[in-house]
């Protein structure tokens, strides 16, 4: 099943089987009528049920699965009602739910023996809990399980401890709570918090202007222009400081210097003593040899461009 609700079948199926008339009637109906409608719609007996299963699963009946969705659309609507207080229709929530139940439809097996519903309120409750999470803002909610837990359990473990009131939470109900639902108590804090509302940053401090509104007392910890500026001079001028240092060193100096000091992965002593047939201590004796070239050249250039050689000579050229 796709997102826009649709059955999606595999090669040996119809084309893609969406809700029929009658139970997309009964999900646009206001909610006000939409209980009475949906309990015209029989229950089904287990035979029945794995009866209408088979057909959908190796025959792409689809009235077959439109039946099996329309006799389960009560328990789409009371998994429906169970997440009522966030702030989100009801209506919504419940065409989430009727999402979900057409999503079990289609992956739904029989012969592992289990009624429908059992298997079908799964995916009911992920389809609300996915459309809660997308409701909300981003900044609200975290991605982790644990968070998600969180998220949809805090309401109901506060009203457990009468811990209702607006604010932070005292910090034994955090205990509690934390203890209870198994996340770290500053989890708990954070989430408390942001599930407390949004708060506009127009708003003013106090009741007195002259404080001006909350975004007035933001601080931009991010370098300024100028400063970014300054700062890419100056790497680029050690750039040059190290190239032109590097350009007055042999070609075989010049390679052991970078595969020793420029290399992501540097090469060993021993696999250079192999390369140019030299002993192990003579490489080390010319890597020495071009590192300290590299230096003055370096702060010779430095001096020149009017940096003290410290600040100029190249951070890698440390030994």
Do not use: C
Not at 91 to 109: H, P, R, W, Y
Not at 174 to 181: D, E, N, W
Not at 222 to 241: G, K, V, Y
Not at 307 to 315: G, I, K
Request: charged share 25%; no cysteine.
């Amino acid at each position: 099943m796709n997102i826009e609700g649709t059955l999606t079948t595999g090669p040996a199926r119809t084309a893609p089987h969406a809700l029929s008339p009658r139970a997309t009637r009964v999900a646009a109906a206001p909610q006000t009528t939409y209980w009475t409608d949906i309990r015209r719609f029989a229950m089904l007996e287990r035979d029945q049920e794995y009866d209408l299963a088979i057909r959908w699963r190796d025959h792409g009946d689809r009235s077959a699965a439109d039946q099996l969705v329309t006799s389960h659309l009560r328990l789409a609507a009371k998994v429906a009602m169970n997440h009522r207080g966030y702030g989100l229709p009801l209506s919504e929530i419940t065409s989430e739910a009727n999402l979900g139940l057409m999503q079990a439809v289609n992956k739904f097996d029989p012969d592992k023996g289990f009624r429908f519903s059992t298997y079908a309120v799964w995916w009911i409750r992920a389809a609300i809990q996915d459309y809660i999470l997308r409701s909300w803002s981003l900044v609200k909610i975290g991605t982790t399980a644990s968070q998600k837990k969180l998220f949809f359990k805090l309401r109901s473990a506060k009203s457990k401890i009468a811990a209702m009131q607006s604010g932070d939470l005292l910090p034994d109900q955090v205990t509690t709570i934390a203890t209870g639902l198994g996340v770290p108590e500053k989890d708990v804090i954070d989430m408390n918090r942001r599930l407390g509302g949004d708060a506009s940053l127009n708003a003013p401090v106090r009741d007195d202007a002259q404080y001006g509104e909350w975004q007035d007392h933001l601080v931009d910890e991010t370098p300024s222009p100028e400063l970014l500026a300054i700062e890419q001079d100056e790497t680029d001028h050690r750039h040059q400081a190290l190239q032109r240092a590097i350009d007055i060193l042999s070609p075989r100096e010049r390679h052991i210097f970078e595969t020793r000091f420029l290399a992501e992965e540097p090469e060993t002593l021993d696999h250079l003593a192999q390369h140019y047939q030299l002993s192990r201590e003579r490489v080390r004796q010319i890597e020495q040899r071009a590192f300290e070239k590299v230096q003055t050249a370096a702060r010779k250039h430095a001096r020149r461009r009017r940096f003290s050689p410290s600040d100029a000579a190249p951070a890698l050229l440390t030994h």
